[in-house]
């Protein structure tokens, strides 16, 4: 677990390795609601960590506000060296290309084939066209789902749907993978596969963040806990695997 000074003064040592992620006394409001409050969270390079909470904690808002898919109220937010504060619109597709998010409802297109939605993020990210179908049937075997190229989501289970949304995440090689309660609507064995190629992905270099409500697959995953209650922070600890 990172440990930090949350006190406004503390500032890095000149010889200490910079986070991949800070959260700085981060306030998010809308309106006259606080949905986070007084955030400060470090998150390390290569980390695994999960963002835990009752439905309404907060989890979906501290994600978004790393990508700036909301933006923050009060306080900074710096990802791998980038003040979102004083990043300009233009810059904003450099952020977001060293992320790769997956969301509890896939967000699939479903008039595209499975090949297609995975070709399209492909393709957008400046891979090559000689390279774009190379590319595409190894992140679909990556996810054991090379064999329903040809499918529309539609037509997938959640879980299919899901290993899917987890390659799509992969195309661009992002240097961090943000999950928002990506087995919430998955049965337990689906479930599990999805944490399992999360974690095959983590072991390859990248920095996952998984916000999640299921203490079950947590515990059984182990690992570095935050979990927000009302906004705030209430525990930052690292529980051991059970299994």
């Known amino acids: 677990m990172t440990e930090f000074d949350d006190t406004p003064e503390a500032k ?16 998010k409001r809308y309106g006259a609601k606080t949905a986070l409050a007084d955030i400060s969270v470090d998150i390390a390079e290569k980390e695994f960590v999960f963002i835990s909470g009752h439905s309404g904690a907060g989890k979906s808002t501290l994600l978004k506000m790393t990508y700036l898919g909301e933006p923050v ?7 791998d060296g980038l003040n979102l504060a004083r990043l300009s619109r233009d810059r904003i597709p450099l ?6 998010i997956i969301f509890q409802d ?8 499975v090949y ?6 492909v393709e957008a990210v400046g891979t090559r066209g000689n390279l774009i179908d190379k590319r595409v049937k190894s992140l679909l075997r990556s996810v054991g789902m090379e064999d329903r190229q040809k499918s529309y989501p539609p037509g997938l289970s959640g879980g299919e749907q899901q ?9 661009g090689n992002p240097k961090i993978i943000l999950a928002d309660e990506p087995t919430g609507s998955l049965d337990h064995d689906a479930a599990e596969m999805i944490f399992d190629l999360l974690k095959k ?3 390859h270099g990248a920095t996952v963040i998984i916000a999640t409500h299921d203490t079950e697959l947590i515990r059984n995953t182990g690992g570095r ?3 927000l209650k009302q906004g705030c922070v209430e525990t930052d600890t690292v529980i051991p695997k059970l299994r």
């Open 201 to 203: 992905f983590h072991a």
């Open 225 to 227: 806990v935050i979990i």
């Open 12 to 27: 890095p040592s000149d010889d200490a390795i910079a986070p991949l992620i800070r959260l700085f006394h981060v306030y």
């Open 73 to 79: 109220s009060q306080g900074q937010v710096v990802v």
């Open 106 to 113: 896939y967000k699939l297109i479903p008039t595209r084939t």
């Open 163 to 171: 290993r899917v949304a987890v390659a799509r995440a992969m195309a």
């Open 116 to 121: 297609d939605n995975i070709a399209l993020v």
């Open 95 to 100: 952020l977001r290309r060293k992320f790769g």
